[in-house]
Structure formats: C-alpha cells, structure tokens
C-alpha cells in the first residue's frame, strides 16, 4: 500500500536523488526494499545513518571488493562498497592523509535463483547476519516488489489517471496530489476492511472497491441487504488462476529491456589494503566524528 510521496524534484533529478529527498519519510527501523537502479554509497551511507536497513537489487554498474580486511568477521557474502571517490585517491596513487577518505561500507550480497527471463538476481543488503534475513526470506520480500507495479497500474488504469488534464503546472500537480490521495484512501478502505473481515489486506481489489465506492456516492445499492461495509469486504481479488496473457492485443510490440547483469566483485588491490591498515590504525576524521 502507499505509505507516502513527494513531488517536489527538479526537473532532471535522478531517481536516487529524488529517494534521498524522501528518506525522511521512512519510519525508523524500516528496511527500504527497491529494485535495481536505487544503489550507490552516499544513498547507503544515509540510510545507515538513519539507523534503516535496506534490501536492492543490484546490476553489472556497481563494482564491489571482497577480502578487504576491514570488517571484524568477513564471511563468504560479505563485500564492500567503497568507489575511489570515497577513497581519496586516484586508480594508482595513496592519498597522502585520511582528510578525504571515508570508510568503505560493509554490506552482504545475496545471490538467488535465475529469475522469469532467465538472469541471476543479486541484492545487496546491510544486514550481514543471515540468522535475521536468511537468502530465502530476501527472495521473498524481493518478489514483494511488484506491488509497487501494480499500484502504478491502479493509478493509470484502474482510476483512469494515466494522464493529466490540467494545463498549468501548479494545476496539474494538485491534481497529481488528490489522484494519489484518492489511490491512499482507496487502499485504506479496502485493506482495512480485509483485515476486520480476518482477511489479508494484500487481498483487496482496488477495482472491486472503486466499483463499490462510486455505487455509494451515486446512490445505487447492487446489493441491498448489505451495508457499505460488508461490500468493502467482499471486494477482494479473485482467486482464479490465469493460463493466458494479460498483455492486451492492441499494445504497440515493446522491446523487452535486459535484466541487469551481475555486479563486479573483485580482490581488494594492495593499495586499498594498504589504505585500510592506516585506517584502522588512525580511523578517517568521519569515522572519528561517528
């Protein structure tokens, strides 16, 4: 379900960029789950600041060290996020001090199964005990990731919002605001009453309870012997299980876009190792501070 949003990005902002002006949002002790495209240090270095835990999967565009020496115990997942930007140093040199250098991040990458279309997913995670997130229990909280999809296409289909009619940007973006308003109350009617009827909230119908809802504000009863209520109850996904497509006939064809590959775990090099014993030996101003 929505938990919340912003649009307030300037045009040309990245998608991380946009997540980072976000984080605030995000309850304490949350695990932020996201699929590839939303990695990279400084966005991990700020949920671990807040004390969140993360679960992304990530492609061939990020690079990672294995055998680094810096972690207390380092297991047969662990890997490093550490870019040369964070290191201070260029691909051949040693920074001179550890003024500009921070410390390279301490992450797990879990390696699953080969998906739908055939390729390797890989997520990377800070939480480094597999006793609290096991590689099966990620694989299942990573499939949770296509509710965000088909919230998308709750908005645009299901509510007929797949464009704005307004012609002003300030119009159009109050609009934007009292659609995904319209999709959070929606979603809190129907899962709400789910979960008083001992069901799952996953289990609404965001259809089912659109058709409901209209037939309320319009006056009409389809069943009359049952409250608004009840029907909030019974509007809930059906259970049948579907052996066609659900692609529609009259979409243009699509090129299908390649999975993301596998990252790049390499050898920590000498320099880098060297780098780490001065800093464990004099810990970086950052790392002092913290």
């Not at 009292?178 to 965001?206: D, E, V």
């Amino acid at each position: 379900m929505l938990w919340g949003w912003r649009r307030d990005g300037v045009a040309g902002d990245g998608e991380r960029t946009q997540l980072r002006r976000m984080l605030d949002l995000l309850p304490a002790d949350a695990m932020l789950l996201a699929d590839a495209g939303f990695s990279g240090y400084d966005l991990f270095k700020a949920l671990l600041d807040r004390g969140n835990s993360f679960l992304v999967r990530v492609g061939s565009n990020v690079k990672l060290i294995q055998n680094l020496g810096y972690a207390t115990i380092e297991r047969k997942q662990t890997v490093y996020l550490w870019p040369l930007d964070k290191q201070g140093r260029n691909r051949r040199s040693m920074p001179r001090d550890l003024a500009r250098v921070h410390p390279p991040l301490v992450l797990r990458l879990i390696e699953l199964a080969a998906d739908a279309k055939g390729g390797k997913v890989f997520l990377l995670t800070n939480v480094l005990d597999a006793g609290k997130l096991s590689d099966r229990a990620a694989a299942r909280m990573y499939r949770l990731r296509w509710g965000i999809e088909v919230m998308w296409r709750g908005l645009k289909q299901t509510m007929g919002h797949h464009r704005l009619l307004s012609r002003t940007p300030a119009r159009a973006g109050a609009e934007l605001d009292w659609a995904m308003a319209g999709l959070w109350m929606l979603q809190l009617l129907g899962g709400s009453r789910m979960i008083r009827t001992g069901q799952s909230p996953r289990c609404h119908s965001p259809a089912k309870t659109l058709r409901v809802v209209r037939g309320a504000l319009n006056g009409g009863r389809r069943r009359r012997r049952q409250s608004l209520h009840a029907q909030l109850g019974l509007a809930a996904r059906d259970t049948y299980r579907r052996t066609g497509s659900k692609r529609a006939r009259h979409f243009p064809k699509k090129s299908s876009p390649r999975p993301p590959g596998s990252p790049e775990a390499r050898m920590a090099s000498a320099i880098e190792k060297r780098l780490i014993q001065r800093i464990l030996k004099r810990p970086p101003p950052e790392l002092v501070a913290a």
